[in-house]
């Protein structure tokens, strides 16, 4: 599961979240969702935070997104997984409005 810039330049983002978008859309890369922890995922993780925190929208998608990520980071896994590609996904479906 990945992210590409093309779904990136569709989001209008918060005066506030403008900053971390424009450091997501410097690189053309995709964003691979189920890899915890690196920078690009980190970007990507800073920037719906502050959509979420901004607008006041997707308030328990961004919980249950939360939830995954403390118990990976925990305990290692997560309903049987070691990623939360599928609630990171779905969070930016909510933001995105897609």
């Keep these: 599961m990945r992210i590409d810039s093309r779904s990136m330049e569709k989001i209008e983002a918060t005066a506030k979240c403008q900053k971390y978008l424009t450091s997501i859309l410097r690189k053309k890369k995709a964003i691979p969702l189920d890899s915890i922890g690196s920078?690009?995922?980190?970007?990507?993780?800073?920037?719906?935070?502050?959509?979420?925190k901004a607008s006041k929208t997707c308030q328990k998608v961004d919980k249950a997104y939360r939830s995954c990520?403390?118990?990976?980071?925990?305990?290692?896994?997560?309903?049987?997984?070691?990623?939360?590609?599928?609630?990171?996904?779905?969070?930016?479906?909510?933001i995105s409005g897609s």
């Excluded at 995922?41 to 979420?52: A, K, P, S």
Aim: net charge negative; proline share 2%.
């Design 39 to 52: 920078p690009r995922n980190n970007q990507l993780l800073d920037f719906l935070y502050c959509q979420t």
């Design 69 to 94: 990520h403390a118990s990976v980071m925990g305990t290692g896994s997560y309903d049987g997984r070691k990623h939360c590609a599928d609630e990171l996904e779905a969070l930016f479906r909510c």
